[in-house]
């Protein structure tokens, strides 16, 4: 029996948004690498088209489409266009952080859109247009969300965000149960502090960075190889039994 197989992303095809920059962008890149045709979605042209050139190295097939996931009337029309959809890596997400007696409202709407609203949007639409393949029970498919260590565990300044993932690890589990008659695998990937552009500005004070280490057992902050091999994993044929659940790339720091 040959294991390695069941990572042949060969013929099938991944939808992965906020692909442009950081843990998407290395998600992308690295479905490429295992075989998979690409559909990858960002904000800004430039990072698209970056990231379309790696990708294309590898022979794979790149679609890019620049738009706010939080535009329904655009992801909609993005996905419907699509011939056909095996994967999703619902990825775009936002931070901002703030002392719970300090969030502004206008910041906390923002955040449920983009980080909650967003998210079952894309999953919704990408998951009837997985379901309108004739053969998806038998080729499956997978849908894995982007969540957080902080989608388990609380954290100082991060009640928002907190609230965001929380959310999205209980839409993860009812959707898996309701996806599963059509083979739809539904996951989350829970990386701990990982350096990408959106962190780097967090990690700038020393103390705040001396702090999230002395949490993580491992000592270190995850690798974006570290989340993009995670996800891979759960994208595959190798996780077949693999669904409702959460892969925790975090260092140890839930285990406390």
Same mark, same amino acid.
């Given at each position: 029996?040959?294991?390695?197989?069941?990572?042949?992303?060969?013929?099938?095809?991944?939808?992965?948004?906020?692909?442009?920059?950081?843990?998407?962008?290395?998600?992308?890149?690295?479905?490429?690498? *295992?075989?998979? !045709? $690409?559909?990858?979605?960002?904000?800004? &042209?430039?990072?698209?088209?970056?990231?379309? #050139? @790696? %990708?294309?190295?590898?022979?794979?097939?790149?679609?890019?489409?620049?738009?706010?996931?939080?535009?329904?009337?655009?992801?909609?029309?993005?996905?419907?266009?699509?011939?056909?959809?095996?994967?999703?890596?619902?990825?775009?997400?936002?931070?901002?952080?703030?002392?719970?007696?300090?969030?502004?409202?206008?910041?906390?709407?923002?955040?449920?859109?983009?980080?909650?609203? *967003?998210?079952? !949007? $894309?999953?919704?639409?990408?998951?009837? &247009?997985?379901?309108?393949?004739?053969?998806? #029970? @038998? %080729?499956?498919?997978?849908?894995?969300?982007?969540?957080?260590?902080?989608?388990?565990?609380?954290?100082?300044?991060?009640?928002?965000?907190?609230?965001?993932?929380?959310?999205?690890?209980?839409?993860?589990?009812?959707?898996?149960?309701?996806?599963?008659?059509?083979?739809?695998?539904?996951?989350?990937?829970?990386?701990?502090?990982?350096?990408?552009?959106?962190?780097?500005?967090?990690?700038? !004070?020393?103390?705040?960075?001396?702090?999230?280490?002395?949490?993580?057992?491992?000592?270190?902050?995850?690798?974006?190889?570290?989340?993009?091999?995670?996800?891979?994993?759960?994208?595959?044929?190798?996780?077949?039994?693999?669904?409702?659940?959460?892969?925790?790339?975090?260092?140890?720091?839930?285990?406390?």
């Amino acid at each position: 029996m040959m294991f390695l197989k069941n990572y042949n992303f060969r013929n099938k095809t991944a939808l992965v948004t906020g692909a442009g920059k950081g843990i998407g962008r290395a998600c992308a890149i690295a479905l490429a690498e *295992a075989g998979a !045709n $690409l559909v990858i979605i960002s904000r800004t &042209k430039k990072d698209l088209d970056e990231v379309s #050139k @790696k %990708i294309k190295k590898f022979r794979s097939k790149c679609k890019s489409y620049v738009c706010d996931i939080t535009n329904y009337n655009e992801i909609k029309e993005i996905i419907n266009k699509q011939s056909k959809l095996d994967i999703l890596i619902n990825n775009a997400g936002n931070n901002r952080p703030a002392h719970f007696t300090k969030v502004k409202i206008k910041d906390m709407e923002h955040m449920v859109k983009i980080n909650t609203i *967003a998210s079952f !949007n $894309l999953a919704h639409l990408c998951a009837l &247009k997985m379901i309108k393949s004739k053969n998806r #029970k @038998k %080729i499956g498919g997978s849908i894995v969300n982007m969540s957080s260590q902080m989608g388990h565990v609380g954290g100082p300044i991060r009640s928002v965000y907190n609230m965001n993932k929380f959310g999205l690890e209980g839409l993860t589990k009812g959707m898996s149960l309701d996806l599963a008659k059509y083979n739809i695998r539904v996951n989350t990937i829970c990386p701990t502090f990982v350096v990408t552009p959106m962190t780097k500005k967090f990690l700038k !004070n020393k103390k705040f960075k001396r702090d999230m280490l002395n949490n993580i057992p491992l000592g270190r902050f995850a690798e974006l190889s570290e989340v993009a091999s995670a996800v891979v994993f759960l994208a595959s044929d190798a996780a077949s039994m693999i669904t409702g659940t959460s892969l925790l790339v975090d260092g140890g720091w839930t285990a406390k």
